[in-house]
Structures are given as C-alpha cells and as structure tokens.
C-alpha cells in the first residue's frame, strides 16, 4: 500500500536513532504531510500520497476496518487476557483503540515518532485521552524497544511501520526485531505487517526467523500485506484447540478467527 521510492522518515530516523553514531547531534525527522480522505461511511489516512495508512469506519471507529488490520489481532489466539499490549505505529489508532477496548484489564501503549499522526488520530479518528490503562507515546519505536524497562514485559507486540515511501518497513534489522523479542514475555506473542510484493519482504523473514524460534505468515491480503506471527520459542500448533479459541474470539468481537487458523494451517513454520 506504500509508493517504491527511498523512505524520507527511514533515513530521519536513522540519522537520530540509536544507530546514528556517538557524539553527532541528533536531527529532527522529516515527515511526510498527513492527509485525509473519505469514501462510503470511512475515513482513511495517508501520508500525502494516495496509499492507505489506516481506516476508520465512521458508525464503528473501535472497529479494525481493514483486513489485514484485524489479522494484526491473530495473537488472540494464544492469550485470551493480555496484560500488556504494545503497538509500534499508530496508524489511525484502529488496533490501539479496538485493544483498549476489548480488554479492560490490559495496560495499552502505542508508540508513533510523528506528533502529527497522533494529533489526527486525537481529533479526527476518536482516539481516547492517556489514562491510567492507555498510553500513547510521542517517541522513536527503535528506542522503546531497546530500553531495558519494556523488556520481558509484553504479552502482544503490534508493529506496524510504514512511513509515505517505501514499502519495506522503516525498522527492519537484526537488532531491531532482537530488542522485539527482548520486550516479549516467554510466552509474548509479535505480529508485523510485511509487504509481500516487494524485496524487503524476503529480508524480514529472514531476520525474523533468525531471531524468533517460530514464525507464521498469515494470506495476503490488500494486494500486499502479508502478517507474520513470531514467537520467542519453538511452538507447534494444536488446531483442535485453535479453531475452538477462534470460535470463541467471534462470538466475543465478530473477527474472523477461524480464517487466521485456516491460514496457520497452510503456513510453514
């Protein structure tokens, strides 16, 4: 969903990040300009380009409109009462806000580096103010995941990292996906969104499953978007127990679970 040129916030964030090197001052990142549009009851997000970020539907704006959004949820098969749930890139707020929603007991955070998405999402996406459960942090996702105090703390990790201009996601490397992990419990459970069509697609994979034990894709959907699903730790699936947590996931939210279990079946760890 994302234009084939070089990332202008990739290589901002780069310059500030904590792979810059010592001693150079830190740049302020360049963003692209957000903009809106609306077609048919949803509102979408992009960055000054005609690709989708994000949607909300107008009549339901806790509702994770877009598919492979509502795949980013497939960890809910393997924890029915998280704890902790991060999302890394806002987007329009739709799995921060259906997360804070569904689960009343779970702390929620979401991390975006661009003051400006988190200000579109405040006035024009319905997302709810900071309270004692939800946090939404104006910060670059590279330094929450390296910091110490989030690590083995996480039951779901949501990263979802595009900027207007590449289809690659804008944090990709070893060390990255390595402080992912670090910031999952044992039995924490991370999904990315990956571009299927394009070259950075083959990279991701292979970092990720350098770094995690067991690594699942779901179907691509949207001409594109491809969710993986990565745990710490070898795992082998029981899809008797699955297709019945699946069951009990639509019942509770009308997401379609038991196609995320039917694409666990046809992926190869």
Not at 79 to 103: D, M, W
Not at 207 to 231: M, Q, R, S, W
Not at 233 to 260: C, G, M, N, S, V
Request: net charge neutral; glycine share 4%.
């Amino acid at each position: 969903m994302l234009i084939k040129r070089k990332s202008i916030e990739a290589e901002g964030n780069f310059r500030s990040g904590p792979q810059a090197a010592n001693n150079i001052t830190r740049r302020k990142p360049k963003f692209a300009p957000v903009t809106l549009s609306e077609l048919d009851g949803v509102r979408y997000l992009h960055f000054g380009t005609q690709w989708i970020q994000g949607a909300m539907r107008l009549r339901k704006p806790d509702w994770p409109e877009l598919e492979y959004a509502q795949q980013m949820m497939s960890w809910m098969l393997f924890h029915s009462n998280p704890n902790n749930i991060v999302q890394l890139g806002l987007g329009t707020a739709a799995l921060t806000k259906f997360c804070y929603r569904q689960f009343p007991t779970a702390k929620v955070t979401a991390v975006d580096i661009n003051p400006a998405v988190i200000m579109i999402c405040e006035s024009m996406f319905k997302l709810p103010p900071n309270d004692d459960r939800l946090q939404v942090i104006e910060m670059d996702a590279m330094d929450f995941v390296t910091d110490e105090e989030n690590h083995n703390s996480l039951t779901a990790l949501q990263v979802d990292l595009y900027d207007a201009t590449a289809k690659g996601p804008v944090l990709d490397s070893t060390e990255f996906y390595q402080a992912c992990a670090n910031c999952l419990k044992e039995d924490g459970v991370m999904t990315v969104n990956l571009f299927g069509d394009h070259p950075s697609f083959a990279k991701n994979m292979k970092v990720l499953k350098y770094v995690f034990g067991t690594v699942f894709c779901l179907p691509e959907v949207h001409d594109g978007n491809v969710v993986a699903i990565a745990f710490k730790h070898r795992l082998k699936l029981d899809f008797e127990i699955l297709y019945r947590r699946a069951d009990e996931i639509f019942a509770q939210t009308k997401l379609p679970a038991k196609t995320w279990v039917d694409g666990l079946a046809k992926s190869k760890a």
